[in-house]
Nanobody
């Protein structure tokens, strides 16, 4: 089992920044990928970013590339998402997720095994 707890969400004006954190506990040593997803009201959950625990390689959706940065602290088993140049369309509940096995598609929601409870990010115009 892996437990995930997100924090760092809030209200910010367009153009501002936020940093999300995800504290992981449990069998984190067996995880292959850690990622961030988001879900806006009335929309499906979508991929934001992911990082391979083994290689450290990062992956981003086109909508956040160049604005968001995913990183991890292996010693503290914490995942981060630095969000800059925020836009109103970034408003959503952001979820941290972990998957235990390798899949070539980092955006595949069903491949992730554990999820946090989510943290709200609201960007005002």
């Amino acid at each position: 089992q892996v437990q995930l707890v997100e924090s760092g969400g809030g209200l910010v004006q367009a153009g501002g920044s936020l940093r999300l954190s995800c504290a992981a506990s449990g069998r984190t040593f067996s995880s292959h990928t850690m990622g961030w997803f988001r879900q806006a009201p009335g929309k499906e959950r979508e991929f934001v970013a992911a990082v391979s625990r083994i290689s450290g390689r990062t992956y981003y959706s086109d909508s956040v590339k160049g604005r968001f940065t995913i990183s991890r602290d292996n010693a503290k088993i914490t995942l981060f998402l630095q969000m800059n140049s925020l836009k109103p369309e970034d408003t959503a509940v952001y979820y941290c997720a972990v998957r235990l096995n390798y899949y070539s598609d980092y955006e595949l929601i069903s491949s992730y095994d554990y999820w946090g409870q989510g943290t709200q990010v609201t960007v005002s115009s």
